[in-house]
C-alpha cells in the first residue's frame, strides 16, 4: 500500500485518542496498540499501556497480514490466546478499522495479561474454599431474637400436628432441651417468651430445663 492517504490519516488520528482512553483505563493488565495497516512493516503508529516491549514503528503481527491480504476476513476477532514475548499469556482482541472504500487500514488490538488474574483467581479460589468435613455443630451468623424462640417452639408443634400450648409434657421438655442445647435461652428474657408461647409460668418453663441448665 502507498503512504497513508488523508482520510487514513483521520482515521488515526481519531483512533489515537480512543487506544489512550483505552490503555488508561483497562491499566495495568491491558496493553493497547494502533496499527496502519497501510505501512505493514512498521505498522504500529502508538501503543499505550506497553506490555509487549513493542515500539512505535514494529511491523505488524501475522493476523493483521491477514487482514491486509483478505478483504473478507473479519472485523472483530475477539477473546483469542496470544503470548507475550516473554512467555506470559495473553487474551486478545483485534478491530479492523475500514476507510470509505471498504478496504481495511488500521487497526486497535488489545492484549490482556492473564498471567496475574490467573494468580488472584488461584488465591481466591484458595482463601475461599471451605472444611468439607465442617464443623462439630450447624452454625448460623445471623444475631438470634426472641422472636427465634417462639418460631422454633411453632415449628416443632406443628411437626407434631399440633400447637405448642398443645404439646404434652415430655414434647415441652424435649421443646425446651432443644432450644436449650441450641444456645437459644441464653437470650435475655427467653425463658419469658418460652412460658408465653408454651401457656404456662416462667417458673414451670424452668422445670422443663435439663438439670445441668437449671444453675
Not at 121 to 133: F, I, K, W
Amino acid at each position: 500500500m502507498n503512504q497513508p492517504d488523508r482520510e487514513t490519516q483521520l482515521l488515526l488520528r481519531e483512533a489515537r485518542k480512543i487506544v489512550e482512553a483505552l490503555g488508561e483505563t483497562l491499566a495495568p493488565l491491558v496493553e493497547v496498540v494502533l496499527h496502519d495497516l497501510t505501512q505493514p512493516g512498521h505498522s504500529v503508529v502508538a501503543i499505550a499501556n506497553n506490555l509487549s516491549g513493542r515500539q512505535v514503528g514494529d511491523a505488524t503481527t501475522e493476523l493483521g497480514l491477514a487482514r491486509i491480504t483478505d478483504p473478507g476476513f473479519p472485523e472483530v476477532v475477539q477473546n483469542y490466546p496470544n503470548r507475550f514475548p516473554d512467555g506470559r499469556p495473553a487474551k486478545s482482541t483485534s478491530i479492523g478499522l475500514r476507510n470509505g472504500a471498504g478496504e481495511f487500514v488500521a487497526a486497535i488490538c488489545l492484549n490482556m495479561d492473564v498471567s496475574l488474574l490467573g494468580a488472584v483467581t488461584a488465591s481466591l479460589g484458595r482463601l475461599m474454599q471451605t472444611d468439607p468435613v465442617g464443623a462439630p455443630v450447624a452454625e448460623t451468623l445471623v444475631p438470634r431474637q426472641l422472636d427465634d424462640v417462639r418460631a422454633s417452639l411453632e415449628r416443632y408443634a406443628a411437626a407434631r400436628n399440633t400447637t405448642p400450648i398443645g404439646l404434652t409434657l415430655a414434647q415441652r421438655r424435649e421443646a425446651v432441651r432443644e432450644l436449650a442445647e441450641s444456645g437459644a435461652l441464653n437470650l435475655r428474657h427467653a425463658l419469658s417468651e418460652v412460658a408465653r408461647t408454651l401457656g404456662v409460668a416462667r417458673s414451670t418453663v424452668y422445670t422443663y430445663l435439663p438439670p445441668e441448665e437449671r444453675s
